[in-house]
């Protein structure tokens, strides 16, 4: 697959990103005083595709850094023609994409659109929109269409299996000198050390929450005011701790258990999630969706346990340069990382559920702390923090590293496997367009009669 197709599938995968390139040609139109006529591109099946969505996609790919110069509004309407297709035959083919499933998309995102811009209203008026229903019917549709998309291309390459004796074809098939590269990969372990919060610091913040459920109570102060002033979410603070949840909405377990049990104008008591402590009150029960506010507050670490923890993994470093315990028993025992402490530190990829990582593909903060790293060598101690904003000690082991290599069919088998398998499905999917073209209807307007097509849209 070409960076081109790559970078348009991701682009055509992410219903957020396009809103949100969308509405920018929008703005950048209005700051250049120029209002162009939305001309209609194509037609497929129920579908049209305008000016603007090839326009929005030229914007996309150069923001993420593709040089477009060399990219032909033909090439670009060819991705959108089909989009456009998968999502007219998911119709026809009865898959549906429901109103909850769209709604529960809209709210994960507008609370991360929330947390960056400061509230609803804020998030109404960027993308020029005058309420949440005038929001929501916009993105409903670019939401839909997308996910129509992503279920048929998915439906068409779901069955697609390969076998060991396939994938032997596929390897003996490339030419010696086009064999791909496997770019170098390590294994790596780790020990975490986290600074100890006590009970009596616990305890502090629990008795805080309680007072505040007791002013709320009392009637002296609100709870939306209350999560304005204490609550440590970014996500909600701002807007008095509300959130729209169903069973679905993707919070921690403990939050919803506690959301659940909770009637209409229900106060919790403080409990615990990895995020700290929190007390909920439910405003509303709206058949499966509950409209709450929440407060949260963290117990905060303090400079005595900070040392204590930096000195611990110090500590622990030390012993297994000695060799006095070795790195995966230090990690059974000492570690505080409930994922990796029993398999003795080791990281698995979650892309690949493999204890393998390509060093360029690493997460930045990763990369810098073993870049430079021997088989076998621990980095230095270093600070670390949480998707919660926690911090805490690590090192690292390289376990095993493999510099970069022609892809080998006994060594490489997986990474094999995964390309013939994405090979199979390519063409899978390229033999279904061009079954589908010629049973749908399909108009390709003005300019664009000229294209050249890979494949047969002006079915001459």
């Known amino acids: 697959m ?36 939305d001309g209609v591109a194509a037609v497929v099946g ?12 030229y914007i996309e790919l150069q923001t993420q850094g593709v040089d477009t110069k060399n990219i032909t509004r033909c090439e670009l309407l060819g991705n959108q023609l089909e989009e456009k297709l998968f999502a007219h035959q998911a119709i026809q083919d009865s898959i549906v994409v429901t109103d ?9 995102q507008l609370n991360v659109m929330v947390e960056q811009i400061g509230s609803k209203q804020k998030v109404y008026e960027y993308y020029k929109k005058k309420d949440e229903q005038d929001f929501r019917s916009y993105f409903s549709e670019i939401i839909k269409m997308n996910k129509l998309s992503s279920q048929m291309k998915r439906k068409i390459v ?68 209350k999560a304005v002033i204490y609550s440590e979410d970014p996500g909600s603070s701002s807007n008095g701790g509300y959130y729209k949840i169903n069973k679905k909405t993707q919070f921690v ?42 407060i949260l507050i963290s117990p905060k670490v303090t400079p005595q346990s900070v040392k204590e923890a930096a000195n611990k993994i110090e500590e622990i470093k030390s012993k297994i340069e000695k060799g006095e315990i070795t790195f995966e028993e230090a990690a059974k025992t000492s570690s505080d990382d409930k994922d990796t402490k029993n398999n003795g530190g080791v990281l698995l990829n979650p892309r690949t559920s493999e204890p393998k990582f390509e060093v360029a593909k690493l997460d930045p903060s990763l990369y810098n702390q073993v870049n430079g790293l021997s088989q076998g060598q621990i980095s230095q101690v270093f600070v670390d923090q949480s998707q919660q904003g926690s911090k805490f000690f690590k090192i690292l082991k390289i376990n ?57 849209w002006l079915k001459k």
């Not at 009637?263 to 009150?281: A, C, K, L, R, V």
């Open 2 to 37: 070409t960076l081109l197709k790559t970078k348009i599938s991701k682009f055509l995968n992410n219903p957020q990103l396009i809103a949100l390139v969308f509405l920018l040609g929008i703005s950048f139109s209005f700051a250049q005083n120029k209002q162009k006529v």
């Open 253 to 294: 377990k403990e939050f919803k258990d506690v959301a659940f049990r909770l009637n209409e104008g229900e106060i919790s008591e403080p409990f615990e999630t990895d995020f700290g402590f929190h007390i909920i009150q439910v405003e509303k029960i709206i058949g499966q969706d509950i409209e709450l506010r929440h």
């Open 46 to 57: 129920d579908f049209i595709v305008l000016d603007s969505d090839i326009d929005l996609m």
């Open 100 to 108: 909850e499933e769209i709604n529960q998309y809209i709210d994960q």
């Open 400 to 456: 095993k590293k493999t510099e970069e290599h022609k892809a080998d069919f006994v060594s490489d088998y997986l990474k094999v496997k995964e390309l013939a398998l994405t090979d199979k499905q390519y063409k899978q999917v390229a033999k279904w367009l061009t079954e589908n073209i010629e049973k749908n209807y399909i108009k390709i307007n003005g300019e664009y009669k000229d294209c050249v097509f890979t494949n047969n």
């Open 158 to 225: 779901d069955d697609i299996t390969i076998t060991p004796e396939e994938v032997k074809q596929f390897y003996n098939g490339i030419p010696k000198d086009e064999i791909p590269n496997i770019g170098a990969e390590v294994e790596i372990a780790q020990i975490v050390v986290k600074p100890v919060i006590t009970k009596e610091d616990k305890q502090l913040v629990i008795d805080k929450l309680k007072a505040i459920k007791k002013d709320i109570l009392d009637g002296s102060s609100s709870f939306t005011s």
